[in-house]
Each structure stands twice: as structure tokens, then as C-alpha cells.
């Protein structure tokens, strides 16, 4: 079955960075887009950023874009998050989510999305 795998959450300060990843398995990695959500306390479920399925295009959510970066290794079935200058906002339950359509385009829709892990807090305060 999908599997979904989150892990590198923590405490870190403003300015600092973390790094999530994403073990998946159950499914052939390689041939869906995968993104990173997240959830603030008291907020609904935000779109963060994507990755095509070979890692050849990259998307992001203007709240993160040049802060932030996703990457994939389609070897070790893994997905990540590179989150460097972290803010107080930035604080926030992160999920990976899997696409539901074999080589579908990169979307923000989290409609689209048909498998997720249970998420890693990530926490930003000084």
C-alpha cells in the first residue's frame, strides 16, 4: 500500500533552516508529481510547493519562493524540503502528498492529491 513518510521536522530560529524529507513506497515513485503542504494552527491546509516526476520543473507558493527548496531522488524514493531564512510563519504541521495522476502536471489544487503522510511539525521561534 502507499506509504508516506515524513521526518526532519523541529524547533529551529528565525533565520535558520531545516530539512524535511518524505520516504514513500507502495507506488512507483518516478512516475508521479509529489508537493509539500502544510498547516498552521487555527489555518486551513496550504499548498507550499511541487516537483514533476523526474524532478525536471519546480513550483512554489509565493510565501516561500526563494527560501525554499523541493527536490526528489527517484533512487532512494525520497522526496525533500530545503527550508533555509525560516520565519515565525513558517511555523506549521508539513505534509507530502502524492499526485493522483501518473505524470500529471504540478497544481497547487490539494484536490488532486490522493495519498498523504501524517505530517512533521516544524516550529520557528527564537
Known amino acids: 500500500q502507499v506509504q508516506l513518510v515524513e521526518s526532519g521536522g523541529g524547533l529551529a530560529q528565525p533565520g535558520g533552516s531545516l530539512r524535511l524529507s518524505c520516504a514513500a513506497s507502495?507506488?512507483?515513485?518516478?512516475?508521479?508529481?509529489m508537493s509539500w503542504a502544510r498547516q498552521a494552527p487555527g489555518k486551513g491546509l496550504e499548498w507550499v510547493s511541487g516537483i514533476y516526476s523526474d524532478g525536471s520543473d519546480t513550483y512554489y507558493a509565493d510565501s516561500v519562493k526563494g527560501r525554499f527548496t523541493i527536490s526528489r531522488d527517484n533512487a532512494k524514493n525520497t522526496l525533500y524540503l530545503q527550508m533555509n531564512s525560516l520565519k515565525p510563519e513558517d511555523t506549521a504541521l508539513y505534509y507530502c502528498a502524492k499526485d493522483a495522476r501518473q505524470y500529471g502536471a504540478v497544481v497547487a489544487d490539494l484536490y488532486e492529491y490522493d495519498y498523504w503522510g501524517q505530517g512533521t511539525q516544524v516550529t520557528v521561534s527564537s
Open positions: 507502495g507506488f512507483t515513485f518516478s512516475s508521479y508529481a
